[in-house]
């Protein structure tokens, strides 16, 4: 009984501390898909398995309600200094805020429950804990018990001396250069499949998050030069303490580092609790998708000049036919030439506003791996947009500028005796433009917007994660079970045993 008040009294200070913790830490997300097929058009992905719920139970209450109770569990673990699980204990704190009850039943299986204030009897039934003679200004009822269950947050401890690997009984009174490594495996992983509308769908592996503080007693009589990696050191006196906030997802690992003389060790103490992790606000759906309307115009823009090239090389080819109709026909593809020149025009100005939309994308670590390929893409397009109206090489084919056509247009039509030769020239060129759409948009436009789709639906999925780990949060409130309608929350206070 006085073990465990004292137990009690310390997870009392580790919750008051862990939790100005968790008021400085921040929250959002960064998530990632694991691939996924692309629909047509972006959809909004969602998280079509939700968490599951903890345990609960209907009871029948002999008095009271149980809107009117309030449970708390600490799980309180003693760790092998190798972070095995020697034994749990689970302290259950019951509030009652309005009427007492004198009996309760608890849906739980514990093993060698006690009641730990007060007269009441704790015995262990077929369906659960039944509490009997609780007194009726008894507000606040404590009991535990031991339990088997494995927890949600596995811990493994490793040691080494000088290097190597050593057993943490072996490590006692030795010296030399020690570094610990306290790894902490989420064990609450479920599939989910992050889907939006149409055939896009992502399946991964979702868990409850967990924040896990990590922290140890260092005297400075026989510990120094001590490096606690990503976690941090405060000095108490003669004590150094050496803490670590994890968010293992499903792993995380506190590394320290130290020199020892005559090494001995407290213990390692964690606690553990469901809590979201700080991330980065998901944001940039919007803008992509303002960004995937304008490549839509703008292949559609291509695809009435490729329409009109086509058009161009019939009307060249039956201009051969006779010279009565050449000098229309001519006129025709000069004013034509005129009307490309403007649209391409137009497509590259578009096309720079969306290289510089996309170069901020891709300085940003969350989208970068998406952004670089479809900026690369982009300022590939550029070359072929830039060749398409000043001239260059484009797929092993050498094409003149737009204004050449027009100019041999012109020519031709000053004179019937070079018309024939003008009209097959032009012809040539016209069926290279026709080809060198064709190639921006299957090789550029449409690699593009797929890129920004998956961009799309990297986000939306990233959000659908975001909903489905707050739902496991809110949803993880109990560690055994509770009763139908009980409010509670549960905490984990691990201590490995000392070296």
Same mark, same amino acid.
């Given at each position: 009984?006085?073990?465990?008040?004292?137990?009690?009294?310390?997870?009392?200070?580790?919750?008051?501390?862990?939790?100005?913790?968790?008021?400085?830490?921040?929250?959002?997300?960064?998530?990632?898909?694991?691939?996924?097929?692309?629909?047509?058009?972006?959809?909004?992905?969602?998280?079509?398995?939700?968490?599951?719920?903890?345990?609960?139970?209907?009871?029948?209450?002999?008095?009271?309600?149980?809107?009117?109770?309030?449970?708390?569990?600490?799980?309180?673990?003693?760790?092998?200094?190798?972070?095995?699980?020697?034994?749990?204990?689970?302290?259950?704190?019951?509030?009652?805020?309005?009427?007492?009850?004198?009996?309760?039943?608890?849906?739980?299986?514990?093993?060698?429950?006690?009641?730990?204030?007060?007269?009441?009897?704790?015995?262990?039934?077929?369906?659960?804990?039944?509490?009997?003679?609780?007194?009726?200004?008894?507000?606040?009822?404590?009991?535990?018990?031991?339990?088997?269950?494995?927890?949600?947050?596995?811990?493994?401890?490793?040691?080494?001396?000088?290097?190597?690997?050593?057993?943490?009984?072996?490590?006692?009174?030795?010296?030399?250069?020690?570094?610990?490594?306290?790894?902490?495996?989420?064990?609450?992983?479920?599939?989910?499949?992050?889907?939006?509308?149409?055939?896009?769908?992502?399946?991964?592996?979702?868990?409850?998050?967990?924040?896990?503080?990590?922290?140890?007693?260092?005297?400075?009589?026989?510990?120094?030069?001590?490096?606690?990696?990503?976690?941090?050191?405060?000095?108490?006196?003669?004590?150094?303490?050496?803490?670590?906030?994890?968010?293992?997802?499903?792993?995380a690992t506190a590394t320290l580092t130290m020199k020892a003389e005559n090494f001995s060790l407290t213990g390692v103490s964690l606690m553990a609790q469901p809590q979201m992790p700080p991330l980065p606000e998901?944001?940039?759906?919007?803008?992509?998708?303002?960004?995937?309307?304008?490549?839509?115009?703008?292949?559609?823009?291509?695809? !009435?000049?490729? *329409? =009109?090239? @086509?058009?161009?090389?019939? /009307?060249?080819?039956? $201009? #051969?036919? &006779?010279?009565?109709? +050449?000098?229309?026909?001519?006129?025709?593809?000069?004013?034509?030439?005129?009307?490309?020149?403007?649209?391409?025009?137009?497509?590259?100005?578009?096309?720079?506003?969306?290289?510089?939309?996309?170069?901020?994308?891709?300085?940003?670590?969350?989208?970068?791996?998406?952004?670089?390929?479809?900026?690369?893409?982009?300022?590939?397009?550029?070359?072929?947009?830039?060749?398409?109206?000043?001239?260059?090489?484009?797929?092993?084919?050498?094409?003149?500028?737009?204004?050449?056509?027009?100019?041999?247009?012109?020519?031709?039509?000053?004179?019937?005796? !070079?018309?024939? *030769? =003008?009209? @097959?020239?032009?012809?040539? /060129?016209?069926?290279? $433009? #026709?080809? &060198?759409?064709?190639? +921006?948009?299957?090789?550029?436009?449409?690699?593009?917007?797929?890129?920004?789709?998956?961009?799309?639906?990297?986000?939306?999925?990233?959000?659908?994660?975001?909903?489905?780990?707050?739902?496991?949060?809110?949803?993880?409130?109990?560690?055994?079970?509770?009763?139908?309608?009980?409010?509670?929350?549960?905490?984990?206070?691990?201590?490995?045993?000392?070296?």
């Amino acid at each position: 009984m006085k073990e465990e008040k004292n137990l009690k009294k310390h997870s009392n200070k580790v919750a008051i501390s862990i939790a100005v913790v968790l008021l400085l830490a921040g929250g959002g997300l960064y998530a990632a898909k694991e691939g996924g097929w692309l629909p047509d058009s972006p959809a909004i992905a969602h998280a079509t398995s939700a968490p599951e719920k903890q345990c609960e139970q209907q009871v029948a209450f002999r008095a009271g309600n149980p809107e009117a109770v309030a449970k708390n569990e600490t799980v309180y673990v003693k760790l092998q200094p190798d972070g095995q699980v020697k034994d749990t204990t689970v302290v259950n704190w019951l509030h009652f805020s309005g009427q007492v009850p004198s009996d309760f039943d608890d849906p739980i299986k514990l093993d060698r429950p006690q009641a730990l204030n007060g007269p009441f009897k704790v015995r262990v039934g077929s369906e659960g804990i039944y509490l009997s003679g609780i007194e009726a200004d008894a507000k606040n009822v404590f009991y535990s018990g031991h339990t088997a269950q494995p927890l949600p947050v596995e811990v493994q401890i490793r040691y080494y001396l000088n290097g190597q690997p050593i057993e943490a009984a072996k490590l006692h009174g030795k010296s030399g250069e020690v570094k610990m490594e306290v790894q902490v495996h989420n064990r609450t992983g479920r599939n989910a499949v992050l889907a939006g509308n149409g055939d896009y769908a992502s399946q991964k592996t979702l868990y409850t998050p967990f924040v896990t503080m990590v922290s140890l007693d260092l005297p400075v009589e026989k510990f120094s030069e001590v490096d606690p990696g990503e976690g941090s050191i405060t000095v108490l006196g003669e004590t150094m303490k050496a803490s670590w906030l994890l968010f293992p997802y499903p792993d995380a690992t506190a590394t320290l580092t130290m020199k020892a003389e005559n090494f001995s060790l407290t213990g390692v103490s964690l606690m553990a609790q469901p809590q979201m992790p700080p991330l980065p606000e998901v944001t940039g759906a919007e803008k992509l998708m303002e960004m995937d309307k304008g490549l839509e115009e703008m292949d559609h823009a291509l695809a !009435q000049v490729e *329409q =009109g090239s @086509q058009e161009l090389v019939g /009307g060249q080819s039956r $201009l #051969q036919a &006779g010279l009565g109709t +050449i000098k229309n026909g001519l006129n025709k593809l000069v004013a034509l030439h005129q009307g490309q020149e403007k649209v391409l025009q137009g497509v590259l100005g578009i096309h720079n506003l969306i290289i510089e939309s996309v170069k901020p994308l891709a300085d940003n670590p969350m989208l970068a791996e998406r952004a670089k390929p479809l900026l690369a893409a982009l300022e590939q397009e550029q070359q072929l947009l830039s060749a398409l109206a000043n001239g260059g090489r484009v797929q092993d084919h050498d094409l003149p500028p737009l204004s050449a056509g027009q100019a041999g247009l012109e020519q031709a039509a000053g004179g019937i005796d !070079q018309l024939s *030769q =003008g009209v @097959q020239a032009s012809q040539e /060129g016209a069926q290279k $433009l #026709q080809n &060198g759409v064709a190639s +921006i948009r299957s090789q550029g436009v449409a690699p593009m917007r797929a890129g920004v789709q998956a961009s799309i639906q990297e986000l939306n999925a990233g959000q659908a994660q975001i909903t489905w780990m707050e739902q496991a949060v809110k949803d993880y409130t109990s560690f055994l079970g509770k009763p139908k309608g009980v409010k509670s929350q549960v905490q984990f206070v691990m201590q490995t045993e000392e070296i």
